[in-house]
């Protein structure tokens, strides 16, 4: 059971607890003295640690991703809170209790869930209902589709934040069919609950947020197409030309080649679904990078590397 989470820690504090090891080096101070640097993370932040004493026999105790009990003390360095660690072990596996260690999403998962799956039914074309059928009632894909994060480092790097996004894009979606209505309403909201359907199989999340190897060496792109190519295997008499509309939709949702789209949009449908998570995913990286600002004097952010500038993080109107 853990205790104590990191935005509650203070200078001074003794830290005797669980958290997640996000990184972890074996360096070397300039007298040539071992030390392991660690960044230490739980579901309300991260922080850095320091091993100084024993730091060659710890290093083989524990792994990168893995949860750790440490016995530590925190410090103020250059106006940071930093651990010095005594001593480390492993988790015990009734100690494992994800939850705690990995950011969540604020909503209620369920409640999204539930949501999306009403959207989900506003759907009737009687192929794209039975292909949505095909997945949602799918347990292994629904379960998975919970607690998937939508991105490593960019937007919604959180349990949920797959499903987060899903809904978001696939509610803007609905208001966008409704202004353009030449488009076609059913393949919009089914290609915005699928369009990052293979990021249930590209991430990690049991441990930190990383990479699949199926993830790194084929990407969430192609894992969506293979596994619609799947379900639409299973439903008979699919319509060829409404499967390669949905395909295309998969495929170009990023936009432009360099960006890791194979194809780019060139359907409506295509054009639309590509634009809406496009401006979900900078919306929600925006907000998030003013949230985790931590420097109150400012009204500007730190340089965002990916965006390439400051963000304004607004003025209080009274």
Partial sequence: MKNIYISQIKAGDKVNDLFLVEEKNLAFSQKGSPYLSLRLKDKTGQLDGRVWDNASNLDKVFRKGDIIYIQSRAVSFKGMIQL?????????????????FLPTVKGDIDAMYAELMALAGQVVAPPLKALLDAFLADEGIASLFRRAPAAKGFHHVNIGGLLEHTLSVTKLLTMVADHYPKSNRDLLIVGGILHDIGKIREFTYQGNIDYSDEGRLIGHIVIGLE?????????????????????????????????????????????????????????????EYISNSEDNDSDWTPFHRLFERYIYKGSSIE
Avoid: C
Avoid at 260 to 274: L, N, W
């Fill in 227 to 287: 596994m619609l190519d799947e379900k639409i295997a299973t439903i008979p008499d699919f319509p060829p030309q409404l499967a390669m509309e949905l395909r295309h939709l998969i495929l170009s949702h990023h936009g432009m080649l360099e960006f890791g789209s194979p194809k780019r949009p060139k359907t409506v449908e295509a054009m639309i679904v590509h634009q809406i998570d496009d401006m979900d995913a900078k919306v929600n990286a925006f907000q």
């Fill in 84 to 100: 010095s660690v005594i001593d480390v072990r492993t988790a015990t596996p009734e100690e494992m209790t994800w939850e705690a």
